[in-house]
């Protein structure tokens, strides 16, 4: 392979398309990214139709926001863009299809008892997500990544265990924990939702 | 949605927000599992007696054996003589240290190539840390556990950085400067402190060629590592969080240039696939980096050639020259990327030192790659 090829596989060499206004800034963004982001999409909706709409979109936003932002971890900022795209869809959709892996993470998350519902109170959501980062944190990597596999990435249980190397039996146990220490900390923190 | 899903769908979109260094360690974690990335430092109970007794095997039985590899790097890999021959540009002895406000970071022996490296490091705690008192919550249930490892190009004073307190301070003064966004460390602890303050580590790192192999090689250049700091650690006694206080307030950094000359072979495999099902199929090019430390492989378009993830990495083999399968056994890394399968970027960390004169093939699916076809670029 040519050097060049291998140099262009960077996140780096990817923003430095983006500030180029280079189109190819897109194609090497799909070639390095779309197949994660689709996947991300396919397992919150449900529908791969669907889940190639939500990644274009993320990409045009890329496009649209690139420069003046320049993310420091690229891979996660299209993550957010691509997720918040997808649960937007869905919401508007009141409807939460068969298939995907969300389905089970909503499941597990509606059987945790969650803070009363005194939800859309102004300046609410910064602090939840202050209260739920600030305890990620103290989390030993394991515990912090299946968490986020399972309820970010809406991760098979499969897969979680998988990735953080425990048994299904394991991670599905350490997930119920983590759910009920969470719970137990918005509660502790006045959060409600 | 009844009243407990809409919490619940809630909730979940409160998850973006998360910070995106959350994301993409989860992203990543596979980098360094099951071996070790960041793993706390366990201090090991073990007799007395059966440390003496391993010490002096150790350091009779590895000192005439191997030479100059140093009792963490023997033990770990644990080298024939025909590995240790192979490795005599992969060895060296850097013996630098860096005084980090009274914390002593000593990289005493390397072992690596121009994506790999493994290195001894001590760390000398500073005069301010009572150590019986350490020794006490040792004793207690506490484990020391080392921040974040990270590590960048150049070189780097401790009084450049002896002021970033948060991690945002520190990777934007690296910025630009990180090794790569990819790749898999893993630590390594002998236990400790001893009877001067010091703790004993093998760290490993093992860099994606595919992002890191060119053009910033890990040798030949300044390294620098960062340590976030150092804290202790225990379960919390009612099964909540852990507890946590700190041992040594960071950033702790060393810095010195690589010149281990491990064997590194380059292979590329020119192929036709369709980017997406249905598409005419257009012309793509895989790249294979096998040393004696790791193998990395990469195929930008993977649609139809495996089944699955698990399918692809059993068709990854390393055949000898008479075409049987050589066993080195998986170490601390390893990486895949491909959830809907389209692209795959495979690296694995090798639990023994792989003699390249014993190799005849790589085998992946289909391809096979003559160990004579590849290019050396150690």
């Not at chain 1, 005194?118 to 980062?133: F, K, Q, W, Y």
């Not at chain 2, 095997?57 to 009792?71: E, F, I, P, Q």
């Not at chain 2, 080195?328 to 890394?333: A, D, L, P, R, W």
């Amino acid at each position: 392979m040519e050097q060049s090829r291998l140099q262009d596989g960077t996140q780096e060499a990817v923003l430095e398309l983006f500030f180029a206004r280079s189109q190819e800034a897109l194609t090497e963004t799909e070639r390095l990214y779309g197949g994660r982001l689709r996947a991300l999409c396919r397992r919150i909706l449900g529908s791969a139709e669907d889940a190639e709409e939500c990644v274009s979109d993320a990409l045009l936003t890329a496009w649209q926001r690139i420069p003046p932002e320049r993310p420091v971890h690229l891979f996660a900022w299209l993550a957010q863009v691509a997720r918040r795209q997808a649960l937007g869809r869905l919401r508007s959709d009141h409807a939460i299809k068969r298939g995907g892996g969300l389905v089970e993470a909503l499941e597990e998350l509606a059987e945790t008892e969650l803070p009363p519902s005194v939800s859309d109170l102004p300046g609410e959501s910064g602090r939840i997500s202050a209260v739920i980062h600030a305890w990620l944190k103290e989390q030993p990597p394991q515990r912090r990544v299946a968490f986020v596999r399972r309820y970010f990435f809406a991760d098979s249980l499969q897969e979680t265990a998988r990735r953080t190397g425990l048994s299904e039996a394991a991670a599905k146990s350490l997930l119920y924990r983590m759910r009920r220490e969470l719970a137990n900390r918005l509660n502790e923190e006045g959060i409600h939702l | 949605m009844n009243e407990q899903e809409r919490r619940a769908f809630a909730l979940m979109e409160q998850l973006g927000g998360l910070d995106p260094a959350l994301i993409e360690e989860a992203e990543r974690y596979e980098a360094a599992r099951p071996g070790l990335n960041l793993r706390p430092a366990r201090r090991r109970v073990v007799p007395r007696l059966l440390v003496a007794a391993l010490l002096v095997a150790t350091l009779g039985l590895g000192a005439a054996a191997s030479g100059v590899w140093d009792g963490m790097l023997q033990r770990f890999f644990d080298p024939s003589p025909q590995a240790m021959d192979q490795m005599r540009e992969a060895v060296e002895l850097p013996d630098v240290t860096a005084d980090c406000g009274g914390t002593i970071l000593h990289v005493r022996q390397t072992l690596g190539d121009v994506f790999n490296i493994y290195f001894n490091l001590d760390i000398t705690l500073p005069k301010t840390v009572d150590l019986a008192a350490l020794t006490q919550d040792l004793e207690n249930g506490w484990t020391i556990r080392l921040g974040e490892l990270r590590f960048f190009t150049g070189s780097t004073d401790w009084d450049e950085v002896k002021e970033l307190r948060t991690q945002s301070e520190i990777d934007e003064y690296f910025r630009g400067r990180r090794h790569s966004s990819r790749g898999s460390i893993s630590v390594f602890s002998e236990g400790g402190p001893n009877e001067r303050g010091t703790l004993s580590y093998l760290v490993g790192f093992t860099a994606e060629a595919r992002y890191s192999l060119l053009p910033t090689p890990l040798t030949d250049q300044p390294l620098t590592l960062v340590i976030d700091d150092i804290s202790l650690s225990r379960p919390s006694q009612g099964g909540g969080s852990p507890e946590t206080k700190p041992l040594v307030e960071g950033p702790l950094v060393v810095s010195w240039e690589p010149k281990n000359s491990g064997p590194v072979y380059l292979f590329t495999i020119p192929y036709q696939h369709p980017l997406r099902p249905g598409d005419e199929p257009s012309d793509w090019e895989a790249t294979v980096v096998l040393s004696s430390l790791s193998i990395d492989i990469s195929f930008p378009v993977t649609n139809e050639l495996w089944e699955s993830y698990d399918d692809f990495a059993r068709s990854v083999r390393i055949l000898d020259r008479e075409g049987n399968p050589i066993h080195i056994g998986s170490g601390s890394g390893g990486s895949y990327t491909g959830g809907d399968f389209r692209q795959i970027s495979y690296t694995r960390t090798f639990r023994e030192v792989l003699v390249m004169d014993e190799v005849g093939s790589i085998v992946i699916g289909d391809f096979v790659l003559e160990l004579a076809d590849g290019e050396r670029i150690d």
